[in-house]
């Protein structure tokens, strides 16, 4: 993945996945991994799986919503929200109420 990753290939406890994805996506992801300050590509890979893997609940739904409300921000669609009324529509969605 990454020559920054040093000494992780001799770990025996590690296996090696292949995933090919599209050049645009290879290179947004070298930026981001860059710009979060990630030691390397494959740590930010494993971060993003683990949590993946972790938070099933946050679904595929939830990415497109967010790309959504993302692409109407940045075409000045959309609105934004202080985080206190965030954490209130969490909860209210959390208690199954509106």
Known sequence: MSNTDAGVDDD???TTLTVKIPQ???DDLDATWRAEDFASRSEFIRW????AVK????SRKSWKDIAASEHQLATGEGKTYSSDEIRAR???DSDGTE
């Open 12 to 14: 025996p406890n590690m």
């Open 24 to 26: 645009a996506f290879f």
């Open 48 to 51: 993003a799986l683990r949590d």
């Open 55 to 58: 938070h099933p609940a946050f």
């Open 90 to 92: 969490l909860h209210e």
